[in-house]
């Protein structure tokens, strides 16, 4: 449009269409013809004035204050004003500099967000100073309050938007985008709690235990003290009739304190807070050091120790002589209705010598350091342990090496009643060779390494044997028609296994949630031979399409087996399978070592087998070209490809499981975790600082160390 | 003599890419096989040694029926065919000597291979085939720190490892500059000549193919459309090797090159 500009401002604006959208927000629009757009606006602001009316509404959930209309309306109108005037300030720029349609739109943008920002502020101030100095009710109305300002400014540029409608300038739609994006901002943090005054409040209150966690090393180093301690004992209460512990007589070398009388009634503090004194003692002492200070301190009858304040002079100075007398009522302590029998106190006077540095590691200190160590250990143990139970997975879960692997049908139905029995028959040597040695009671390792190497080993033996014998069988000795019956009888049985399995599996995990436990169990064999017939038929028939000497992919089916189970594995997060771990074996590092070890063996082996698949194929081609078998073929072609991601691979995860270890001690997987967890438990912040250090600087110097090992070897 | 007898190949993905393809190369052949990119050349030598699986046809080499070997006979059959490729196909971060050790996979004892044990007379037959493509000094070396020219030597050494009775190089010079590919295809040449092994190569350009074939034959779009002699591709002009092989051919721009040794 090249019209000049004269004639585009005093075009077809319309009073009337911003008096509708004043009334009813996006109403101008609508009537106008654009239904969308007004649409919008309506929702936007009913959303948006739901939520500030819920905000304010969780006021409410304040019984003495209550919803204060007054305070809202005050905040509306507040917020208008400041609305009006940033509209008023908008007008003004684009008279004088903001003359381009792009400044124009950027003096909006910084208007909106100053206007938010101004709102807030000076509802703050508002809250603050006129309407309540309460702080809960301050924080809440401050988000109530942002909402009506954004509410009022929507409408607001809804009323423009609408009196600009019939000019060639329409209002950018990015305005309307950030306001959006405002609201949502707020409701984001009033849904997440997040409390900036809050924040600021608490932080004194931080600082002392903050200062204990940033530098607790007093107390990772043992102090040679030499304080000087004189007690008393003192019944109370008195029942009649008592007269309390002994007097103690003045020493004549140590220091000593002398407390009368030695049975009294104990300070009492009602629910008012309102202090009711008890006997008041007279403590005299002596042989303490001159002009010094001591303090006194209270111990309770089971030897809890704590500073009275507020009976008396508890800081005590010594005279010349290094004696001192001093009245001192008998505290407020909590006897427990069910304590019996005479109830004795000590009073304790101390009097703190110079603590010498010793050089010696505190026994906390000790038992972090070893346990960081531990924590150390289980990462690297579960990244060993997982490395070498992950690379068979990773080579089995790439997709470019099984994707090759074929074989006939028949020898892929010999190869899964090899692989059974197999299975079946190593477990059987195993078991008989485990007796001799001792059984799993005698000989735990040896049982499991037999088991393992037999039963692995003896179902891949006879996979191979019987697959092969059935393939060869079918190609050259039996008649066809006889191949093809094994091959589909075969392939049934296995369908029919699966089918029952997955059968029974149904009746009891689906079937039992909708009826009685007693009906799904006598369902199982009925849903399994269902379950058997339907998948055992299925893959019968399939073996019949597939037809003599037909081409199964075994490589893809193990790739996608392998795959499906390592994602599952990976997709739970270690600190579930910590869990798993301690329910498994109980609190403690192996648990930890358990999740870790699963979790890596999932992780790595999709990180391998990823780096497996994107290797150069043309070394594979070359290799197979020479007449080398498989393992020949992955030993020179694919392993000096895939080393160095590999190793890269195993160092960044090693970081990683030593990190997660020190988290997963939190849940009961042993470690510094778990120690800085029952620190933080026992309010022993400096040692939990200690803690928090070690892990800091291992976490730090590993991330160091790996980032080095890594760069050297991509 | 290898011979191929109604060989078609079709791709899981429907693409045709051999269609019936029926020839024969005699033992001491020098066999080129022209024809566009995409006409079927890779797939026509790799179903020879069955890295790509045909799907109807025969492939007879010595009275043997390679495409009904089992996988034991393939793995035989496959170390007396040695391979030579476009891209040269080493093991990049591997020394040199064991890319080329790694072509005698399918003679030694597979346990032993699997740790790298090479029994000393397998190492020196290494170097000595090094030394046939004279780059023995380099034996220790990487792959990767090596020329193209380099890497295609030791591409020929790594198949002289296998004792081979023929050899496919599937286009062995295209990534290399003119100079080089007569080094390399003169190798070709002494191999076939002085050992008697018979060579299908795949080759782009028309000098080359003049050069060097004593067989030619020509593939468009998966089917045979050309077989000649030494003598007809003597006597074939540009425009004649244009036709069979279209618009895209070209002359080598190297004249009068001496190929030393």
């Known amino acids: 449009m090249t019209a000049p500009p004269i004639i585009e401002e005093q075009r077809n604006r319309s009073l009337p269409q911003a008096a509708l959208s004043a009334v009813v927000p996006g109403l101008g629009q609508f009537v106008a013809g654009y239904r969308g757009r007004g649409l919008s606006i309506l929702l936007t602001v009913a959303t948006l004035v739901g939520l500030t009316i819920w905000t304010a509404a969780q006021r409410a959930r304040f019984p003495d204050y209550g919803f204060s209309s007054r305070a809202f309306l005050a905040l509306f109108g507040e917020s208008l004003a ?3 005037f940033l509209v008023a300030l908008y007008y003004l720029a684009t008279r004088t500099f903001a003359t381009q349609p792009s400044t124009q739109a950027l003096a909006r943008a910084v208007l909106i967000v100053l206007g938010v920002v101004a709102i807030t502020l000076v509802s703050d101030i508002l809250i603050r100073t006129v309407i309540s100095e309460d702080q809960d009710r301050m924080l809440y109305g401050l988000t109530s309050l942002s909402g009506a300002a954004i509410v009022g400014a929507i409408w607001l540029w809804s009323i423009q938007d609408a009196y600009f409608l019939g000019d060639e300038f329409v209002p950018a739609t990015g305005t309307l985008i950030l306001l959006g994006s405002l609201a949502l901002i707020v409701l984001g943090t009033r849904v997440t709690q997040i409390d900036l005054p809050k924040a600021f409040r608490e932080y004194r209150d931080t600082q002392v235990i903050l200062r204990r966690i940033v530098w607790p090393w007093q107390a990772a180093f043992v102090y040679d003290t030499n304080d000087l301690i004189a007690s008393a004992r003192i019944q109370a209460p008195c029942p009649p009739g008592e007269t309390g512990p002994p007097v103690n007589e003045p020493h004549p070398d140590d220091p000593w304190i002398v407390v009368t009388p030695t049975c009294g009634d104990l300070s009492f503090r009602d629910s008012m807070g309102q202090l009711d004194f008890g006997t008041l003692m007279n403590i005299e002492g002596g042989n303490f050091r001159p002009n010094d200070t001591a303090r006194i301190q209270w111990q309770n009858p089971i030897g809890e120790p704590f500073t009275p304040r507020g009976f008396g002079e508890s800081e005590l100075v010594m005279g010349n002589d290094g004696g001192f007398t001093v009245e001192f009522y008998i505290p407020d302590v909590t006897i427990p209705s069910t304590a019996a029998g005479a109830q004795v106190h000590t009073l304790n006077v101390i009097q703190s010598g110079t603590a010498r540095f010793t050089g010696e590691l505190s026994r906390e200190m000790k038992l972090a350091l070893q346990e960081m160590l531990v924590t150390i250990m289980m990462g690297m143990m579960a990244t060993f342990v997982g490395i070498i139970l992950a690379l068979p997975f990773s080579f089995l879960a790439a997709r470019n090496l099984m994707n090759s692997i074929r074989s006939t049908l028949e020898g892929f139905v010999g190869g899964v009643f090899g692989l059974i029995a197999g299975g079946w028959i190593g477990s059987r040597v195993a078991a008989y060779l485990s007796a001799q040695l001792g059984g799993l009671e005698g000989a735990p390792v040896e049982t499991a390494a037999l088991n393992f190497i037999f039963v692995l080993g003896g179902a891949l033996l006879l996979y191979q044997l019987a697959g092969n014998l059935l393939d060869r069988l079918a190609k050259r000795a039996l008649p066809t028609i006889v191949a093809r019956l094994i091959s589909i009888i075969g392939l049934g049985i296995i369908g029919g296994l699966l089918g029952y399995a997955l059968g029974v599996g149904f ?14 169990v006598a369902m199982a064999p009925r849903a399994g031979l269902v379950g058997a017939l339907l998948i055992g038929g299925l893959l019968a028939l399939q073996a019949y399409r597939i037809g003599p000497s037909g081409e199964v992919t075994t490589g893809q089916l193990i790739y996608v087996l392998i795959r499906t189970v390592l994602n599952i594995v990976r997709s739970i997060e270690p600190l579930i399978w910590a869990l798993v771990g301690i329910i498994w074996v109980g609190p403690g590092p192996f648990a930890g070592f358990i999740a870790l070890t699963l979790h890596t063996i999932a992780a790595l082996g999709k990180l391998y087998s990823e780096a497996i698949e994107s290797i150069d194929p043309g070394p594979i081609e070359a290799l197979q070209a020479t007449g080398a078998n498989r393992l020949q073929t ?33 849940v009961g997987g042993g470690g510094i975790g778990f120690l800085l967890i029952q620190w933080i438990r026992q309010f022993q912040y400096s040692y939990a600082g200690i803690a928090v ?5 291992t976490v730090a110097v590993l991330d160091f160390v790996s980032a080095e090992i890594r760069e050297r070897f991509v | 003599m290898l011979s191929v007898e109604h060989l078609t190949k079709v791709y899981s993905t429907g693409t045709v890419a051999l269609k019936d393809v029926s020839f024969q190369v005699e033992e001491g052949d020098f066999l080129v096989v022209i024809g566009l990119s995409g006409s079927g050349k890779s797939t026509l030598l790799r179903c020879i040694n069955r890295l790509v699986e045909p799907t109807e046809g025969r492939i007879v080499w010595n009275g043997v029926d390679i495409t009904a070997a089992s996988e034991a006979e393939l793995r035989r059959i496959r170390r007396s065919i040695g391979m030579i490729f476009q891209h040269f196909n080493l093991i990049e971060r591997s020394a040199v000597l064991t890319n080329v050790l790694s072509g005698r996979t399918g003679y030694v004892n597979p346990w032993w291979s699997l740790i790298n044990y090479w029994p000393l007379k397998e190492r020196e037959r290494a170097l000595s085939a090094l030394q046939r493509v004279g780059i023995h000094e380099k034996a220790r070396n990487r792959a990767d720190e090596l020329s193209g020219g380099q ?3 030791v591409g020929i050494a790594r198949a002289l490892m296998q004792e081979p009775k023929m050899i496919l190089a599937d286009e062995p010079v295209a990534s290399l500059d003119p100079v080089l590919a007569h080094t390399i295809l003169s190798y070709l040449e002494k191999l076939n000549q002085e050992d008697n092994m018979t060579i299908v190569c795949s080759l782009h350009y028309l000098d080359l193919v003049q050069r060097y074939a004593t067989r030619v034959i020509g593939l468009r779009e998966g089917e045979l459309i050309y077989q000649g002699s030494r003598e007809a591709i003597g006597r074939m002009t540009d425009e004649e090797f244009k036709r069979i092989y279209g618009e895209e051919a070209q002359r080598m721009a190297v004249v009068g090159h001496q190929v030393g040794t």
């Open chain 1, 693 to 697: 250090w070690l892990i800091t600087i």
């Open chain 1, 507 to 520: 009746a009891n995990g689906v079937l039992s949630i909708v009826y009685p436990a007693g009906f799904a």
């Open chain 1, 634 to 666: 992955i030993v020179y072609a694919v392993v000096p490809q895939v080393l160095p991601p590999f190793i890269s691979f195993t160092i960044y995860r090693w970081d990683i499981n030593v990190r997660l270890s020190t988290i997963i001690g939190l």
């Open chain 1, 82 to 84: 400041i609305l009006i």
């Open chain 2, 151 to 153: 890497k295609q030597r």
